[in-house]
């Protein structure tokens, strides 16, 4: 029985695994992502890794879960500023003519959701968001079971629609984007100002601190993180009423961190949306963590090659 080998390509790490067609991940590791030369080194990195696996076991494909914008039909990497010197890489081109074997190149959050879909949180449903929480926001549309990916395979930015306007400025040049305020990034900003207020300093602190201090009733944390939740639900309203998913997925490393997280962002929603679009709970934690881009990948290999096994 054949394999796929799975890489998940990020500006520090590439996270990399051997799946079955049947979807469990039976060996995975990772390697630090080249800093130089990167036209060069990662061709051979990634090689490097599929001829190891080939040696002892039968590959049928590659798939890859990468960070930056990918054109999926070309296989080839738009544009990424996490790692020099990567944008414009005909990824699949490149390891398909060295390693003889079909290559499959997809978006990092977008195979993330399909992983999702496939062995995770959300299995069995086929209209879906999935939202990644870190210093700004991933996103990625499912509409019947396929990705939505528009006339410039550009679709699904929804961290920069706006929500505030003449609001808080954004990297993307606008002003209120989502992601200004419901990103990890804006609840550890918030808390910095809010504590600056009361006459104290705080040079770090991470998002998922400031989500166990909430917990545990500190009043400064409190009020940023009820601000933060409501920015929140804000933004999944508008997704709700303008896509009706069945399941909005949110993943990141805060949203690893309690229960109560999501049902509060479940709570909050349900007082944003109209009553006809309340049907319980919609919004779920990802459930498959950092293996979720190496699942979708491999998930997208064996759907081309007509050998997924649900």
């Known amino acids: 029985m054949s394999n796929i080998v799975c890489f998940d390509i990020g500006g520090t790490f590439i996270k990399y ?46 798939g890859i879960s990468s960070c930056g914008l990918v054109d999926h039909e070309k296989g080839e990497i738009l544009f990424s500023n996490n790692i020099q010197g990567y944008s414009g890489m005909k ?18 959050v977008k195979s993330a ?5 496939w062995k995770g949180a959300i299995q069995g449903k086929r209209n879906v ?32 629609t706006v929500i505030e306007m003449d609001g808080r400025p954004c990297n ?6 989502y992601e200004r305020y419901a990103a990890t990034s804006a609840l ?19 998002g998922e601190e400031i989500m166990l201090l909430a917990l545990n009733q500190d009043p400064t944390a409190l009020i940023v993180y009820k601000r ?35 049902q509060d ?16 709970s919609i919004v779920y934690s990802a459930a498959l963590g950092n293996d979720a881009g190496l699942y979708g990948s491999g998930y997208i290999v064996l759907n081309n090659l007509n050998q997924l096994k649900e």
Do not use: W
């Not at 993307?172 to 984007?177: D, E, F, L, P, V």
């Not at 998913?245 to 229960?259: F, K, L, S, T, W």
């Open 228 to 262: 933060f939740i409501h920015y929140i639900s804000a933004g999944l309203a508008n997704i709700t009423h303008l896509l009706n998913p069945e399941a909005i997925i949110i993943g990141g490393g805060i949203a690893d961190q309690a229960e109560q997280f999501i």
């Open 17 to 62: 695994g051997l799946l079955s067609n049947e979807g469990h991940l039976l060996l995975k590791d990772k390697v630090a992502t080249p800093k130089s030369n990167i036209q060069h080194l990662l061709p051979e990195l990634l090689c490097e890794k599929v001829k190891d696996f080939q040696k002892n076991y039968p590959i049928s494909g590659i």
């Open 91 to 108: 990824l699949s081109e490149i390891l398909s003519h060295k390693l003889e074997l079909p290559v499959s190149v997809e978006n990092d």
């Open 188 to 206: 550890v900003i918030d808390y910095i100002k809010e504590k600056k207020k009361n006459g104290e300093v705080v040079e770090r602190i991470s």
């Open 172 to 177: 993307c040049g606008r002003k209120g984007c």
């Open 265 to 280: 962002i479940n709570n909050e929603l349900k007082k944003e949306i109209m009553d006809i679009y309340d049907k319980g």
């Open 129 to 160: 968001v999935f939202l990644t929480l870190g210093t700004g926001i991933g996103s990625t549309i499912i509409i019947d079971g396929k990705i939505v990916s528009g006339s410039m395979k550009l679709a699904g930015e929804l961290g920069h």
């Open 113 to 117: 959701c399909l992983g999702e879909m």
